[in-house]
């Protein structure tokens, strides 16, 4: 029997949870005790006087209930003599967009609804777009509460006429629209007597017999390597879930990033042997050469390999309150692989409700863009539009953890094929020999007027009697030259540090002890620079001085700018500064010599660069 997962979507109180919960209720769906529990939440949670509230069967958070709204994803399993379905009911709140995406990321099918008296709003707009950049290319607009409009055929068709006015670009290749009423059950599983000027299906009618597309087979392999399995020696399973296509006993398969190929010798799934597995499957491939495999390689089709590539360009679709900036390092997660990716630039972000390309300089929350993307190692991929499966990464917060935002790979940059690392005979280690010295780079942070640029000094002072080869990286005097372009914005703010993290590794490289004093307000960009280095070479000094003195001290009379409205964007005053979590040396400068400030560096020092 057929499965057709779909997702239920709209606006706030258009009675999505409403519309599963009649559905199953029409469809025979409810146990006994499940239909004994409603009828006493309905009492107690109820928003439909006497009536039953279906939405009960669907917000299972207490939170839901006392608020009458979905928060989380909740997934329905329901079957009728036609069909399997999986049905998700997602939040209408823009506040829950994350879950809706997550809900559409799996689905065959979307129910679009529309409240009969609002029409079409920005929710629906922006959902409509979600659908499409997530591949749903079958859309049913529900036109839910037509009863309160008196089930007038003229409300139906002016918001059916709107909407194929607004999706004509979105790439569906069915809208079906349908006038219902989920509360009274008009057109869910039978047809509307109060509706007779309606034609059409009803909702669960055209449900059971729309077609989907089943798992197609045609499509090359892709089994992303989840883990490699070696209970004994002599046993070598590669395990995964075959994202595309099909892997067959003596297939001719290729490790995607190597290259490497070899022949299936066997395939294994719950203790039995299979000849063959598709789409969908959870597997153990046993190959008949041991090639280096790891966790987020992929197996590929010989004759059909995907992209490998660590630039291209994506739509990106942004969960967090915190605003994606260009320039920001975050972790790019890609089937079974992961690494350090950075936005490198926003081509532009698009505007739902009139697809209208908007110039930006950073992502807002809920919205849309389309970005290039650049991670620090090459990753597999296909074209979202090929693959849904191996086409869309998340990104996560570096500090938090937290997912922020999901991205559709729309294709490689040509840049990515023709730029290639040049192999040098000369390291590091070496240059930092002649030297007589450790490479190091010391990352003063600290409020503006903190004392930063006058202890570099001192220390470099110190470290050039001592022999030592240094450079200062003051923050002032790169904005001179290299960083003259950028402002004080965040975004330039966080530019300028990836600039500068990058402009040290290259010294470091060279050998040098690089000491470079910026406010470098953000961890995130700071921990963006530690990842650049070699690992004990990083050495974050927090100068730490209270913002009530270093406006004391003013040496250039900024904070009474900024205190005045007059300085925009001033770090402690209208723009935040993250202080370190955990620096190697924390000084505190009340009462200190800024002299005594750099022996303490040095003294940490001696050890690192000896």
Known sequence: MPLLRLITCGSVDDGKSTLIGRLLYDSNQIL???????????????????????????????????????????????????????????????????????????????????????????????????????????????????????????????????????????????????????????????????????TGPNLLHYLESVSIEASDLSKPLRLPVQYVSRPNLDFRGLAGQVAGGFVAVGDMVSVAKSGQCSRVKEIVTRGQSLKRAGEGQAVMVVLEDQLDVSRGDMLVAASARPTVADQFQAHILWFDATPMIPGRSYILCNETDSVEATITSLKYEVDVNTFTRLAAKALHKNGIAVCNVASRAPIVFDPYTENRNTGNFILIDRMSNRTIGAGMIDFALRRAENVHWQKLEIDRAARAALKHQKAAIVWFTGLSGSGKSTIANRLEKILHSQGRHTYILDGDNVRHGLNRDLGFTNEDRVENIRRIAEVAKLMADAGLIVIVSFISPFRAERELARSLAVEGEFIEVFVDTPIEECARRDPKGLYEKAMRGELGNFTGISSPYESPDGPEVHLKTIGTDPDELAVQIYTYLEKKVS
Not at 58 to 71: F, N, P, V
Not at 92 to 119: F, I, P, Q, W
Request: proline share 1%; no cysteine; glycine share 8%.
């Open 32 to 198: 006994d005790d499940q239909f004994a529990s409603l009828k006493q939440d309905s009492r107690k949670h109820g928003t439909t006087g006497e009536d039953l509230d279906f939405s009960l069967l669907l917000d299972g958070l207490q939170a839901e209930r006392e608020q009458g709204i979905t928060i989380d994803v909740a997934y329905r399993y329901f079957a009728t003599n036609r069909r399997k379905f999986i049905v998700a009911d997602t939040p209408g709140h823009e506040e829950y967009t994350r879950n809706m995406a997550t809900g559409a990321s799996t689905a065959h099918l979307a129910v679009l609804l529309v409240d009969a008296r609002k029409g079409i709003l920005q929710q629906t707009r922006r959902h409509s777009h979600i659908v499409s950049l997530l591949g749903i290319r079958q859309v049913v607009l529900a036109v839910n509460k037509i009863d309160l409009v008196g089930y007038d055929q003229g409300v139906f068709e002016t918001i059916a006429g709107e909407y194929n006015e607004f999706a004509k670009d979105l790439g569906f290749s069915a809208i079906t629209q349908i006038p219902l009423s989920a509360r009274f059950g008009d057109n869910i599983a039978t047809s509307s007597e109060n509706m007779l000027w309606y």
